[in-house]
Structures are given as C-alpha cells and as structure tokens.
C-alpha cells in the first residue's frame, strides 16, 4: 500500500518542479544599505492615479510569501523597508553597476568602493522590484528578470510567480532576529 502513495508522491513532486523555471536575474545594491538591521517591510503603493504597471495583485502576494518566509513583518506603520515593482512591457535600457557579490560584500562592508556603472538594453517584458531603506530615503537593492528568448507575459500568473521568486532569490538576507528566534520588536519600538 506505501508503494502506492510513493508511486503517485513521485509525479506530483516533479512536476511541481518543473513548474518552476529560474528566470535570468541581475540586481543591484547600495553600499548604504544596512541588509542584516531590518526587520519589517510594506508594499509601496502608487498615489494619485492607479498605474497598472505598479499594481499586480499576484506579484504582491508573492513578494508578501518571500518577504515573511525571510523573517520580515509587515507594517504600514513606519516599516524598515518599503517594497516596490514594475512591469515594463517595453523594452529598455537600463543603467546597472558592476559590483561584488553582495553576500560578499556584507561580510566586509567596504563603503570606499566605487559604483562602476553598465548599461543593459532589457528586452520588453521586464519585471523591476526595489527595496527602499525608509528611514535613508533611498533604494538599497533592485533586481531585475526577463526572459532569453523574450519578454515575461504580464498575464501568465506561472511567469509572474518564477519572475518574482527569481528575483527575490537574489536578495537573501533574515530579517534581525529571525534566524537568532528574537521576536520583532512592536511598532511602537521601531525607528
């Protein structure tokens, strides 16, 4: 009888990896940027008029599921990061820099390096999400996915999602106190 359950496990295991297809993903980061001090997070939201490329209700769940898997609590009361994305159906260039790694760089936290910067020309379909430090005033991290052989479609909720867990993959920091079992602080304790 195991042998039965093992036997229709196994499918629905693979196929579920299948389902996931890693997206090329560049990204960039702020020498400012203090990765391993944050502990909540918002998701940004346009004022004024609604820009469809801004809102994307399954993007947002997405980044919400990363976000707490890392450790982050969600705060509309002075987060410590505010999260931000667009969907860019054209193509673009884009202005990137050549940096080191940046778990790398944590480790040694030189702020006397250089931004060197690169120029990419983004095919359409490119999916944008930036981590904004609230208190610095200022984007800390951004990272960017498209597709080799052309855009990711806006529509398909499976290109969404691998584009999001993609990009998101890149950013891998606990939130302060996650992997240690402190709890997070209440928002009346946070800067």
């Avoid at 050549?98 to 936290?109: A, L, R, S």
Wanted: positive net charge.
């Amino acid at each position: 009888m195991k042998y039965i359950y093992l036997f229709l496990l196994v499918p629905v295991f693979l196929s579920s990896c299948l389902g996931y297809k890693e997206l090329p993903v560049e990204y960039d980061y702020s020498y400012s940027g203090t990765f391993k001090k944050y502990r909540t997070f918002d998701i940004m939201r346009p004022v004024g008029m609604a820009d469809s490329s801004m809102t994307n209700s399954l993007i947002e769940k997405s980044i919400l599921s990363r976000m707490k898997f890392l450790g982050y609590r969600q705060t509309d009361r002075r987060p410590h990061l505010i999260v931000g994305f667009k969907m860019f159906t054209d193509s673009l260039n884009f202005n990137g820099y050549i940096q080191p790694d940046i778990e790398e760089w944590v480790k040694h936290q030189d702020h006397n390096l250089e931004y060197d910067p690169l120029k990419y020309n983004l095919k359409s379909g490119t999916l944008l999400i930036q981590l904004f430090d609230r208190r610095q005033n200022r984007s800390i991290w951004q990272g960017y996915a498209t597709t080799l052989y052309g855009g990711i479609d806006f529509q398909n909720q499976r290109h969404l999602k691998n584009a999001v867990i993609s990009i998101l993959d890149k950013y891998r920091f606990w939130a302060d106190g996650f992997v240690e079992g402190r709890t997070v602080l209440p928002d009346s304790d946070l800067n």
